[in-house]
Each structure stands twice: as C-alpha cells, then as structure tokens.
C-alpha cells in the first residue's frame, strides 16, 4: 500500500485491452448495475462541470463495486469543438484505488477505455437488438468512437456492407483508407442509412442529423454523441417512434437531449434486458442511448490492471 501508483499510458492500455475479454465484463457490470443493489454498487449520476470560456465540460465518473473490489473514478473532459480544431475532443483518466486503504493503485489513460467499453457497450446492444440477419452497418461520424464502433462491429459481427458518412467526403474517404476493411463513402446521412439493419451515430452534432423517415423499419441505431440535455443527434420523430433502451435511466432522462426534448418514453435499460427483465425487442425499431457509465470505466480499468501485470 506504500508503493507508489502504477501509470499506465495509452499505448500500454492499446497493448493489453482485447474485446473478447471487454465485452464479458462489460455486460456482468450492465447487468449488476441494472439490478440496483447499493450492497454491489454504487455509482452516482456523473457530475458535470461546464468549461464555458472553452466549450467543454468535466465529467467525474466515481464507482464502487464491492464484491469485486473495485473502487475507481473517471475525469473525463470533452469539448463542443469548433470545425477544423485539431484539439482532441474526449480526453480521460481512470484511477483504481485501493478500496481498502485509500491508495491509488493506478493511473490509466481512459483515452482507449473510452473509446473500447463505449463500441462494446453498443456492440451488446447490438447482440439483442439489432436483427437476425443484419447485413448492412452505417457509421454517422468518422471520428475516435468511429473507428472503436468500425472495430467492435466488424470483430464480432459480419456484415455485408459498411458505410461511413461525414460532413466532409475527405473525411469519410480518409476513415475509409484507414481502416482493414471495405467501407463504403456515402455522402449523405439519407445514402448511409437506406436500408441499413445497424446504424451507429458518433458525432459532435448538437442538433439531429438522424432522421426517423430515413430508416428502415427494424433497423437498431446506437446513439452515442449527444450527451448534453440540449444536443440532439436523433430527430424526434425517431425517437418516439422507436424503442428506446439506454444504459442508465437515471442518466438519460438527466443527461440526455434525444431523449428529454423529444419525450421519448425509456422502455428498458441495456442491463435489465441481460438480467431478462425486459425483453429484447428485436424486430422493432430500437435506439439504444448511450451515455456512458462510470461502472464500464471500473471494469475495463481492472482488466487492463490485470492484463498490464500479467504481461510486464
Ligand atoms: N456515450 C458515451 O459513452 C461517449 C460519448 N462520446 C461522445 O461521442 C461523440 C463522438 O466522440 P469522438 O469520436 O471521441 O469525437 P471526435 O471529435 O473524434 O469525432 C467527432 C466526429 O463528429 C463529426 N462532427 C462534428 N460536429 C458535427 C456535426 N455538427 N454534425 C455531424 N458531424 C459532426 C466530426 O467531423 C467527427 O467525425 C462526442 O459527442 C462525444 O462526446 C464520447 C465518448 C463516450
Ligand atoms: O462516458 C464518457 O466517458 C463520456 N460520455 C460523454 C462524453 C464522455
């Protein structure tokens, strides 16, 4: 306990942090979260600060979970940034303490956990909701929560078609070039998501660029931009019409302007369709509302612990 903290860098946690041992954990946390047991976690709604002078926000992120002893907080900042800025627009850290003594047994960079628990939580949305023979994946945003999504969707999942829009066709052809597979360029929202079963939004939007006329029925969006009260990447139209999951309650109807200003009703959190107490209503129009959960950061911190100790 008198040892000094573990840092551990971006690069180390992209080193040691592999979806096929994310997203089970990922989805025992959901499930413990959505039962509501204070005697297995506590996790608090996120505390915002507003950085008005520069457009952003800082989010604390604390989690305690007892009976895997995990006591662990995120800071996380993020920025409303202006077109062309190359400041990054998500920055974090993660420290694990020790929840006996107090000591910070580790400081990690939450750059990469935020991107990888955030597409592997909408990667298990997609598990339950999206349907059976999904064959067409359209990406909103070419961004880093792009590419994690690309990465989650395309390792666990296959898929006929990928397509990727941006605002500017430079960048969705860059994000193309980037990435291992074929991706298709589209140059509208309209073409990206025609037909499509899966629909990822990752974006800075602040006002919707989804629009529910535009998508085929049955189809499931994983929503993961828009995490003020007054930004929206989701017309209302959509919203109401679809079945909304999220990944907190408490969170969405605090945190959340998709689901606040269009009234949208939440039929379910992600952990309680795990623990089977909502259904997973697959052949209908789902949007899962990520917000992201302190309790995903917790989890993924202790495995990068454990994977870094193994491995140095
Ligand atoms: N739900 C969650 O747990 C998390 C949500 N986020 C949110 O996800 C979103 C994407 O994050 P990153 O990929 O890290 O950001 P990024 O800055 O790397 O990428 C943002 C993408 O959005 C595009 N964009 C910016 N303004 C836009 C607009 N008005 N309309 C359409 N596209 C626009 C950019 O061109 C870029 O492709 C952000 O809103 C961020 O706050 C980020 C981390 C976790
Ligand atoms: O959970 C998270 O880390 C974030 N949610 C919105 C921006 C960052």
Partial sequence: MDSPPI???RDEVKRVLRYIDLIPRLESALAIFSRKNSLEIIQPLR???????????????????????????KMVCFYKREDGSTLPSTQATVLLFNPEYGNVK???????????????ASAISAKWLMPAQAEVLAILGTGNEALSHY??????FTFKEVRVWSRTRERAEAFSRSVAGPVKVCVTVEEAVKDADAIVTVTRATQPILFGKWIKPGAHVAAVGACRPDWRELDDELMREA??????REGATTESGDVILSGATVFAELG???NETRPALREKTTVFKSLGLGI?????????????????
Avoid: C, H
Avoid at 48 to 66: H, Q, R
Avoid at 107 to 120: H, K, L, N, P, S
Avoid at 151 to 156: A, K
């Fill in 296 to 312: 995903e950061d917790a989890v993924s911190a202790k495995l990068v612990l454990e994977r870094w100790e193994a491995t140095e």
């Fill in 47 to 73: 505390s915002v600060i507003p950085l008005s002078k520069y457009n952003g926000f800082l989010g604390l992120m604390p989690t305690y979970m007892e009976q895997e002893g995990i006591l662990s907080t």
């Fill in 151 to 156: 990465n989650v969707f395309t390792e666990i």
């Fill in 272 to 274: 309680e369709v795990l």
């Fill in 106 to 120: 580790a400081i990690i960079d939450g750059e990469v956990i935020t991107a990888m628990r955030t597409a592997a």
């Fill in 7 to 9: 840092v551990i860098s």
């Fill in 243 to 248: 079945v909304v999951y999220v990944d907190s």
